[in-house]
């Protein structure tokens, strides 16, 4: 597996992660709110809708550390954590695009699910779930087990935020929302409209929380996207979900690869992350 850090021809001091010539993520060094890829937008359109002040924030997968700077530089104060199980990774983009010394970013290497096993009861507002392992999320982070150990990390009212890759019938992304529902009521979606429409494969972005999210505000934010964005709120999302099946440790896959063509396709801003 190759992996690098490829300069932003577009932009000085921006840099893609591509790993086997595919861009995973993109971070401008110099501008913490300059979002390339779509998903990271949708993240951050949940992120700022709740409620105001810093954040405990537990990232499982680093990536390039793009929604840690961010998360920085609009929710000043912030504690957070980044977790990957490549070492190499991390060492890169420490490398080429270090953090401002500033942000407050605790990395540990290690598998995801085994440090959120470690991790104390009511300590996180927030758990983003981003991890891919080669070009699919590995089926035990995508349990009704695995979210058991969420609901418990979290504090009350704090929100998951899982990254999904998935297209046509989207049953994998359909299982992930109906198996956060067995902790976290109240759930919302939001994707690329061709992606939710199910025309193409890609990135769908689920929150779950135990309390309402701030929907009119997510909504706003998603309308105002440079691409068109879908939105689903609580209702929508339970509908979505109906009938869909509860991932289990016994009977969870992994998530489906993208289509050949998407694995190869360069500066995707709507392809599933691979």
């Given at each position: 597996?190759s992996?690098?850090?490829?300069p932003?021809?577009d932009?000085?001091?921006?840099?893609?992660?591509?790993?086997n010539?595919?861009?995973?993520?993109?971070?401008d060094?110099?501008d913490p709110?300059?979002?390339?890829?779509?998903?990271?937008?949708h993240?951050?359109?949940v992120?700022?809708?709740?409620?105001?002040g810093?954040?405990r924030v537990l990232?499982?997968?680093a990536g390039a550390?793009t929604?840690?700077?961010?998360?920085?530089a609009?929710?000043?104060?912030?504690?957070?954590?980044?977790?990957?199980i490549d070492?190499?990774?991390?060492?890169?983009?420490?490398?080429?695009?270090?953090?401002p010394?500033r942000?407050?970013?605790?990395?540990?290497?290690g598998?995801a699910?085994?440090q959120?096993a470690a991790?104390?009861?009511?300590?996180?507002d927030?758990i983003?779930?981003?991890v891919?392992a080669g070009?699919?999320t590995?089926?035990?982070?995508?349990t009704?087990e695995?979210f058991?150990?969420?609901?418990?990390v979290?504090?009350?009212?704090?929100?998951?935020?899982?990254?999904?890759?998935?297209?046509?019938e989207?049953?994998?992304?359909?299982?992930?929302?109906?198996?956060?529902g067995?902790?976290f009521?109240q759930?919302?979606?939001?994707?690329?409209t061709?992606?939710?429409r199910?025309?193409?494969f890609g990135?769908?972005?689920?929150?779950?929380?135990?309390v309402p999210?701030?929907?009119p505000?997510?909504?706003r934010?998603?309308a105002?996207d440079?691409?068109?964005t879908?939105f689903?709120g609580?209702?929508e999302?339970?509908?979505?979900?109906?009938?869909?099946?509860v991932n289990?440790?016994?009977?969870?896959?992994a998530?489906?690869?993208p289509?050949?063509l998407?694995?190869v396709?360069?500066?995707?801003?709507?392809?599933?992350?691979?």
């Amino acid at each position: 597996m190759s992996t690098e850090m490829a300069p932003d021809p577009d932009r000085p001091g921006a840099f893609y992660l591509r790993v086997n010539d595919s861009d995973q993520s993109h971070v401008d060094t110099g501008d913490p709110y300059r979002l390339e890829f779509d998903y990271i937008r949708h993240l951050t359109y949940v992120l700022d809708a709740l409620p105001p002040g810093p954040l405990r924030v537990l990232h499982l997968g680093a990536g390039a550390l793009t929604l840690p700077r961010y998360v920085a530089a609009a929710r000043p104060g912030s504690y957070q954590q980044a977790v990957d199980i490549d070492a190499g990774l991390i060492a890169l983009v420490r490398e080429v695009a270090p953090l401002p010394k500033r942000v407050k970013v605790k990395v540990r290497i290690g598998d995801a699910r085994e440090q959120l096993a470690a991790a104390p009861g009511d300590c996180y507002d927030v758990i983003v779930v981003d991890v891919y392992a080669g070009h699919v999320t590995p089926a035990h982070l995508t349990t009704r087990e695995f979210f058991a150990e969420c609901a418990r990390v979290l504090r009350p009212g704090g929100a998951v935020l899982f990254n999904a890759g998935d297209g046509g019938e989207q049953r994998y992304a359909r299982a992930i929302v109906a198996t956060l529902g067995e902790f976290f009521a109240q759930r919302c979606l939001l994707a690329g409209t061709t992606v939710l429409r199910g025309r193409r494969f890609g990135n769908l972005v689920v929150g779950a929380s135990t309390v309402p999210f701030d929907e009119p505000a997510i909504a706003r934010r998603a309308a105002g996207d440079v691409f068109p964005t879908g939105f689903m709120g609580a209702a929508e999302s339970a509908g979505y979900a109906k009938g869909a099946r509860v991932n289990t440790d016994g009977d969870a896959v992994a998530s489906p690869a993208p289509p050949a063509l998407l694995e190869v396709r360069k500066r995707s801003r709507g392809a599933a992350r691979p």
